[in-house]
């Protein structure tokens, strides 16, 4: 390895600098015995022109535990104990060290070689893997970058940096002391955690202070002006949970730009991707989203053990807060509803308590998805204001510890003033979700001048869950709505009304966490990428515009077809259908007339005449370089049925339309016709005798 002369003249430097390495001051950690928590001095050195970190950790271990640690894969040096050397017996990148009498100073020595930005491997479905790596544009170091203790611990991170970086790492403070060729940070965050992070660059930043919280800014150069609007909005978003959840739990946040397409909310700041945080969009839905996280996730913090709560709370407090606030948030609700439709099937399934992080599509439609409709679930159970309490409390008796689901359902049943076991153990546990079916039993007439609607409610599960069911019923003289209780397979009642009864209507707001009929499931992309069985046809002609299109299809599961094979077996009965280019004349019955992509793209789906629970879609391009402009943002838009861009830029979006809820229609009221206005049969057969003509009647 090539000796940096940087690295070499630091080395005094650092050693002098780090004697005065003092204990991290202390917070409160909600009713943690903060004494019982470790205290982890981190000093590291970067060579961002060898990608490489070198340092240590000194962990002061509370008596008598035996504490886990995870060395992240770095290169080891000496570890001591009390002074003496260790060789611990290293299973999985993590040893365990027992503290015991006055054995409780760990000391690590580590180093550690990292690959240049953008030769991890890369993502899937969507999805990127972030890897760590310095290099000489910049340092990210995100997790498992330096030995670490399993479980909560007081960390202090002091680090050398390249001169022209700026970095940045949970902090509610941060003091830099610079020299020519180097600077040094430390980074004062007084909260137990669970890890922490080191990312640097040669940022412009800008700070401003808003209420006694510093908010900072660190774009690259060329992205300098999206600051002000940044941390304008970062104000609105601060504001707006302080109100909802209490004082925001840290003194400082940071909005910091990044090289790969991330979009991460740590403690006191959100890393977002460079052509992420250029969308003019993400100001006003992913930052405020990351910042939220700010309370769930990052300062209460998720017992894994139980699986993973805060993307489900926050994707209903952040992004269906958000159409909520504009009058949407009952087409938010049916997209998520149809997300999990689309990608969650039998064998993709799993409970709630499972969910861990998101891997694909299918996991996000469960744990932020689910998990949201679990949320909206809730508060109708307890009333909108026991909710925000309970929230608050839960904030209050959780910060800066470990919180899983039990503790919730604690919080939320203690405030709600109600046991809340059986909706927490359906909504967790089990895989499946409600489906719900209404029949007409018929009329009573009880006398008075009322009149009694007897309707069944059946659930389709092979155990019935325990639901309040949003009833509406339409009449003569108006809508009665109501909430009904849904708790076996059959459920039978009768509604006293007034007037001819019209039409009853289930879950019309999509209130529930449910399985959606047929009527309220528009053909959309979502269904076609996450269908089971899924295939694709390149044309006739101009296959070359479409090749390395159905490279791209392959990594997503779909399974090439000829047209002869499709028209004679069995494939268009069980799956669905994406026709690249114009349809053969064959599968034009399929499609029907499909508008040209003029110099882009555009993308229709519509249902398969052949297998409503699929799809058929064609997707048509001007060029294949079109084509190599969307590949990635696909999966983003699957609620729509007609997408068209130009150039990579999306210039038109249609979502099919669907019924409302699951409808039982009862009466249809009599439409007619003013004699008047009807011309006699001889005109109609005179004006029509030129054309085609079927069928004649009255």
Same mark, same amino acid.
């Given at each position: 390895?090539?000796?940096?002369?940087?690295? $070499?003249?630091?080395?005094?430097?650092? +050693?002098?600098? !780090? /004697?005065?390495?003092?204990?991290? *001051?202390?917070?409160? #950690? @909600?009713?943690?015995?903060?004494?019982?928590?470790?205290?982890?001095?981190?000093?590291?050195?970067?060579?961002?022109?060898?990608?490489?970190?070198?340092?240590?950790?000194?962990?002061?271990?509370?008596?008598?535990?035996?504490?886990?640690?995870?060395?992240?894969?770095?290169?080891?040096?000496?570890?001591?104990?009390?002074?003496?050397?260790?060789?611990?017996?290293?299973?999985?990148?993590?040893?365990?060290?027992?503290?015991?009498?006055?054995?409780?100073?760990?000391?690590?020595?580590?180093?550690?070689?990292?690959?240049?930005?953008?030769?991890?491997?890369?993502?899937?479905?969507?999805?990127?893997?972030?890897?760590?790596?310095?290099?000489?544009?910049?340092?990210?170091? $995100?997790?498992?970058?330096?030995?670490? +203790?399993?479980? !909560? /611990?007081?960390?202090?991170?002091? *680090?050398?940096?390249? #001169? @022209?970086?700026?970095?940045?790492?949970?902090?509610?403070?941060?003091?830099?002391?610079?020299?020519?060729?180097?600077?040094?940070?430390?980074?004062?965050?007084?909260?137990?955690?669970?890890?922490?992070?080191?990312?640097?660059?040669?940022?412009?930043?800008?700070?401003?202070?808003?209420?006694?919280?510093?908010?900072?800014?660190?774009?690259?150069?060329?992205?300098?002006?999206?600051?002000?609007?940044?941390?304008?909005?970062?104000?609105?978003?601060?504001?707006?949970?302080?109100?909802?959840?209490?004082?925001?739990?840290?003194?400082?946040?940071?909005?910091?730009?990044?090289?790969?397409?991330?979009?991460?909310?740590?403690?006191?700041?959100?890393?977002?991707?460079?052509?992420?945080?250029?969308?003019?969009?993400?100001?006003?839905?992913?930052?405020?989203?990351?910042?939220?996280?700010?309370?769930?996730?990052?300062?209460?913090?998720?017992?894994?053990?139980?699986?993973?709560?805060?993307?489900?709370?926050?994707?209903?407090?952040?992004?269906?807060?958000?159409?909520?606030?504009?009058?949407?948030?009952?087409?938010?609700?049916?997209?998520?509803?149809?997300?999990?439709?689309?990608?969650?099937?039998?064998?993709?399934?799993?409970?709630?308590?499972?969910?861990?992080?998101?891997?694909?599509?299918?996991?996000?439609?469960?744990?932020?998805?689910?998990?949201?409709?679990?949320?909206?679930?809730?508060?109708?159970?307890?009333?909108?204001?026991?909710?925000?309490?309970?929230?608050?409390?839960?904030?209050?008796?959780?910060?800066?510890?470990?919180?899983?689901?039990?503790?919730?359902?604690?919080?939320?049943?203690?405030?709600?003033?109600?046991?809340?076991?059986?909706?927490?153990?359906?909504?967790?546990?089990?895989?499946?979700?409600?489906?719900?079916?209404?029949?007409?039993?018929?009329?009573?007439?009880?006398?008075?001048?009322?009149?009694?609607?007897?309707?069944?409610?059946?659930?389709?599960?092979?155990?019935?869950?325990?639901?309040?069911?949003?009833?509406?019923?339409?009449?003569?003289?108006?809508?009665?709505?109501?909430?009904?209780?849904?708790?076996?397979?059959?459920?039978?009642?009768?509604?006293?009304?007034?007037?001819?009864?019209?039409?009853?209507?289930?879950?019309?707001?999509?209130?529930?966490?449910?399985?959606?009929?047929?009527?309220?499931?528009?053909?959309?992309?979502?269904?076609?990428?996450?269908?089971?069985?899924?295939?694709?046809?390149?044309?006739?002609?101009?296959?070359?515009?479409?090749?390395?299109?159905?490279?791209?299809?392959?990594?997503?599961?779909?399974?090439?077809?000829?047209?002869?094979?499709?028209?004679?077996?069995?494939?268009?009965?069980?799956?669905?259908?994406?026709?690249?280019?114009?349809?053969?004349?064959?599968?034009?019955?399929?499609?029907?007339?499909?508008?040209?992509?003029?110099?882009?793209?555009?993308?229709?789906?519509?249902?398969?005449?052949?297998?409503?629970?699929?799809?058929?879609?064609?997707?048509?391009?001007?060029?294949?370089?079109?084509?190599?402009?969307?590949?990635?943002?696909?999966?983003?838009?699957?609620?729509?049925?007609?997408?068209?861009?130009?150039?990579?830029?999306?210039?038109?979006?249609?979502?099919?339309?669907?019924?409302?809820?699951?409808?039982?229609?009862?009466?249809?009221?009599?439409?007619?016709?003013?004699?008047?206005?009807?011309?006699?049969?001889?005109?109609?057969?005179?004006?029509?005798?030129?054309?085609?003509?079927?069928?004649?009647?009255?």
């Amino acid at each position: 390895m090539k000796k940096s002369p940087y690295f $070499l003249s630091l080395f005094l430097f650092i +050693l002098a600098f !780090l /004697a005065s390495f003092g204990t991290p *001051a202390r917070s409160e #950690a @909600g009713g943690e015995n903060i004494d019982n928590i470790p205290i982890v001095r981190v000093n590291v050195i970067l060579d961002a022109e060898n990608r490489l970190i070198k340092g240590g950790i000194s962990a002061q271990l509370p008596m008598g535990k035996t504490i886990r640690i995870h060395t992240g894969g770095v290169d080891l040096g000496r570890i001591t104990l009390a002074g003496r050397t260790i060789n611990p017996s290293i299973e999985e990148d993590s040893f365990t060290v027992a503290a015991s009498g006055g054995n409780r100073l760990l000391r690590i020595q580590f180093h550690r070689n990292f690959r240049p930005s953008g030769s991890g491997p890369g993502g899937k479905n969507g999805y990127f893997v972030m890897d760590n790596f310095i290099d000489a544009g910049g340092v990210v170091l $995100l997790d498992g970058w330096c030995p670490m +203790l399993e479980g !909560l /611990a007081l960390y202090e991170l002091r *680090a050398a940096i390249p #001169a @022209g970086f700026k970095a940045v790492s949970e902090a509610d403070a941060i003091k830099v002391q610079s020299r020519e060729d180097t600077s040094i940070y430390i980074f004062e965050f007084p909260h137990p955690r669970t890890g922490l992070s080191l990312v640097a660059a040669p940022y412009q930043v800008n700070l401003e202070r808003h209420k006694g919280i510093e908010i900072a800014a660190y774009f690259f150069p060329d992205d300098k002006e999206l600051a002000r609007k940044y941390i304008d909005k970062a104000k609105y978003y601060l504001d707006l949970y302080e109100d909802i959840l209490g004082a925001y739990p840290f003194k400082r946040f940071a909005i910091v730009e990044n090289r790969a397409p991330t979009g991460y909310g740590l403690p006191t700041y959100t890393l977002l991707g460079q052509e992420v945080a250029r969308l003019p969009f993400i100001v006003d839905t992913s930052l405020g989203h990351e910042i939220l996280h700010s309370w769930f996730g990052n300062s209460v913090y998720v017992d894994p053990r139980e699986g993973n709560w805060s993307e489900g709370l926050t994707t209903y407090l952040a992004d269906h807060l958000y159409k909520e606030q504009k009058g949407l948030g009952r087409d938010y609700r049916h997209r998520l509803l149809a997300d999990y439709q689309s990608y969650v099937h039998k064998d993709r399934a799993m409970p709630l308590s499972g969910f861990r992080f998101r891997t694909d599509r299918p996991s996000k439609a469960i744990g932020y998805g689910k998990g949201a409709m679990l949320f909206h679930m809730l508060k109708q159970e307890i009333g909108k204001d026991a909710f925000y309490k309970a929230l608050k409390k839960f904030v209050m008796d959780y910060r800066f510890r470990m919180a899983g689901w039990s503790e919730l359902k604690a919080v939320f049943s203690d405030i709600g003033k109600k046991d809340l076991s059986v909706f927490f153990d359906q909504w967790l546990e089990r895989k499946d979700v409600p489906i719900l079916s209404i029949k007409k039993e018929g009329i009573t007439y009880p006398g008075s001048g009322h009149q009694g609607l007897k309707v069944t409610v059946r659930q389709g599960t092979e155990s019935p869950y325990s639901l309040s069911v949003p009833l509406v019923l339409e009449t003569t003289f108006g809508e009665v709505r109501r909430n009904v209780r849904v708790e076996h397979e059959k459920e039978s009642m009768e509604i006293e009304i007034k007037g001819q009864p019209l039409s009853v209507t289930l879950d019309p707001d999509y209130d529930l966490m449910r399985s959606l009929e047929p009527s309220e499931f528009p053909p959309v992309l979502s269904r076609l990428l996450g269908s089971e069985h899924k295939f694709f046809v390149l044309p006739l002609q101009n296959s070359e515009v479409y090749c390395q299109f159905a490279v791209f299809l392959r990594s997503l599961g779909f399974k090439e077809k000829s047209i002869d094979s499709l028209m004679t077996g069995s494939d268009l009965n069980k799956g669905s259908l994406l026709i690249l280019g114009d349809p053969a004349p064959r599968l034009e019955r399929l499609t029907g007339a499909m508008p040209d992509p003029g110099s882009g793209v555009i993308i229709t789906v519509r249902e398969n005449p052949i297998n409503p629970a699929g799809v058929v879609a064609v997707v048509k391009a001007d060029s294949s370089g079109q084509l190599d402009l969307i590949l990635k943002k696909l999966p983003h838009y699957g609620y729509y049925s007609t997408l068209r861009y130009e150039d990579g830029k999306l210039a038109g979006k249609d979502s099919a339309g669907a019924r409302n809820g699951i409808r039982l229609v009862l009466q249809t009221e009599v439409m007619g016709t003013a004699a008047s206005d009807l011309s006699p049969i001889d005109r109609i057969i005179n004006d029509i005798s030129e054309k085609q003509v079927i069928y004649i009647g009255e």
